[in-house]
């Protein structure tokens, strides 16, 4: 089980078959700047769509060799990101990566039913993984960036993807707390409502591959003391691998404490496709980008 971003870089250094990530709109400097060191470090190849002699630019003044890259020449933003999923979809990339493009045109071309990469029923999700050195492992945050105001049925489909990456980084039942203000069930508060029921279908079989409790405050999540000064028994508290938050706005403001307040090191993947999505702010520090390229191609 994989316990920090290091391990993660070092299993996929050892692996000589490595992944192509297609970038749509490629023509910005943090984006490539962030592939160089990818490519460096020896984690992927690139497919850089965009405008070419923009991207030959950048990759000069990053000291690159544009000869050494696989370019691909499409100005217009829309196009660029439908030739990336193009790409995915002929299985000529492993991952897809937002470039200098809104998200919402990197979005639609992703969920285009013509190229198939978002199954019918499936639901795209966002998680944060952190690490966490206090307990010198990792904790996985989802959704702070994608779902806004997940119903219950969309936070099944969130936790059972952020399951699938958690047995990904090598931990088979993973602890899952549902998260909320307070450990007590209150009609005033539907998402301890939503967290009560998913702990009770995880214990009933209905969500599998993990443990789920809840509803949790963060503190009794993450601490033993915590927990046990608020007399909570349970293997999840104390114990939290995934954090499922109840809202995109706790989530968003969780993550970006994590590095702006703790100074952690972060990383993100969008999953849920058949393909994992790279889409990192253009706040995030250079790490951090490097660190959802790592996440996305494990």
């Not at 992944?19 to 749509?24: E, H, L, P, R, S």
């Not at 994590?258 to 995030?284: C, E, H, Q, W």
Request: aromatic share 4%; glycine share 4%.
């Amino acid at each position: 089980m994989y316990c920090n971003f290091s391990e993660m870089m070092n299993a996929i250094q050892t692996n000589t078959s490595k992944k192509v990530v297609a970038v749509a709109a490629a023509h910005d400097h943090e984006v490539l700047e962030c592939a160089a060191e990818a490519k460096k470090e020896q984690l992927a190849d690139f497919i850089l769509i965009g405008k070419t002699e923009k991207i030959k630019e950048i990759l000069t003044s990053l000291g690159e060799n544009p000869d050494s890259w696989n370019m691909i020449e499409e100005p217009n933003d829309s196009n660029a990101a439908i030739k990336a999923v193009e790409l995915a979809s002929e299985k000529k990339a492993d991952a897809l990566m937002k470039g200098l493009l809104h998200t919402s045109v990197f979005l639609r071309a992703l969920f285009n039913k013509e190229y198939g990469l978002v199954p019918p029923k499936a639901l795209v999700s966002q998680v944060t993984v952190t690490e966490y050195p206090a307990q010198n492992r990792l904790v996985l945050i989802t959704d702070c960036a994608v779902n806004v105001e997940p119903t219950y049925a969309e936070k099944v489909q969130i936790l059972n993807n952020a399951v699938s990456l958690a047995h990904r980084l090598g931990n088979d039942c993973p602890n899952a707390a549902c998260i909320t203000a307070v450990e007590v069930v209150n009609e005033k508060m539907p998402e301890t409502i939503d967290a009560a029921m998913l702990s009770k279908a995880n214990e009933r079989g209905q969500i599998k591959g993990c443990l789920v409790d809840g509803p949790l405050a963060l503190d009794n999540a993450l601490s033993v003391e915590a927990a046990v000064a608020k007399s909570i028994n349970s293997r999840v508290a104390g114990h939290a691998d995934i954090l499922l938050m109840p809202n995109l706005c706790t989530g968003n403001a969780l993550d970006k404490s994590l590095r702006y307040f703790a100074g952690l090191k972060t990383g993100s993947a969008v999953i849920g496709a058949n393909v994992p999505i790279i889409m990192t702010s253009r706040s995030d520090s250079a790490q951090n980008k490097l660190h959802a390229i790592v996440l996305s191609v494990l």
